[in-house]
């Protein structure tokens, strides 16, 4: 089944404990994502990733880091993790050729006390 | 700078309402043009889609939008709504080969 894969569904951390949120997807797609949504600003752009080791900043980027050393997996790492980044955390993926026609994760609720 | 602008947050129809919800995007050259939607603890999922061609453009379950470029507006429109079309929509724009730009969302209640 085609899927994008997020781990975990919840966390709760403290602020400063280092994290990663895993994403992979099974469809071979070159382009992923990262996106993180609160309420009344609807989904952000964090990181995206045209490509293996190809990465480039959205809108939000900071506080935030990315990698992409294998074309299914783009994990998501919070180095120091602040409570302005309690949010619910979105990754997806897209054909080269679809970018925009996304395939979603089932999303990352994230808490920082 | 580009942006999407969904001006109702949340609207309240009863059963076999028609709906329609509001898109605006701010971009000059070629869109491509998204309706998503998150049903209750959900992922997104996509509605329709416009690339090019037909500005009418037909989706899943129903729903339709319409891209009229003189008014930068992509409004997502249904005739009859049902109970479980309750969600959040999300418009979006391609506005380059990898910026995608959300709009804030808008939240659809439905009253049997």
């Known amino acids: 089944e085609a899927q994008v894969t997020q781990n975990p569904r919840y966390l709760i951390t403290v602020t400063g404990k280092k994290l990663t949120v895993t994403c992979s997807q099974n469809?071979?797609?070159?382009?992923m994502s990262w996106y993180r949504q609160d309420p009344g600003l609807g989904l952000r752009q964090i990181y995206y990733?045209?490509?293996?080791?190809?990465?480039d900043k959205g809108d939000v980027p900071e506080g935030y880091k990315v990698s992409r050393k294998e074309k299914r997996n783009f994990p998501l790492i919070l180095e120091s993790p602040s409570p302005n980044q309690t949010s619910l955390y979105f990754c997806?993926?897209?054909?080269?050729?679809?970018?925009?026609?996304?395939?979603f994760g089932s999303g990352t609720q994230l808490s920082v006390l | 700078a580009q942006s999407v602008s969904q001006h109702n947050h949340h609207v309240i129809l009863s059963e076999a309402a028609s709906l329609e919800l509001g898109c605006n995007y701010s971009?000059?050259?070629?869109?491509?043009l998204f309706w998503y939607v998150q049903y209750p603890g959900q992922h997104l999922q996509l509605l329709l889609k416009?690339?090019?061609?037909?500005?009418l453009v037909k989706g899943i379950k129903g729903f339709e939008a319409e891209f009229i470029k003189s008014k930068f507006s992509f409004n997502l429109r249904k005739p009859s709504v049902q109970w479980s079309d309750t969600a959040e929509y999300f418009c979006?724009?391609?506005?380059?080969?990898?910026?995608?730009?959300f709009g804030s969302g808008t939240r659809l209640s439905i009253r049997p």
């Open positions: 997806a993926s897209s054909s080269g050729q679809g970018i925009g026609k996304l395939f």
């Open positions: 469809m071979n797609h070159e382009y």
């Open positions: 990733s045209m490509n293996v080791e190809v990465t």
């Open positions: 971009y000059g050259g070629t869109v491509n």
């Open positions: 416009y690339f090019s061609g037909d500005p």
């Open positions: 979006a724009v391609l506005s380059s080969a990898s910026k995608i730009i």
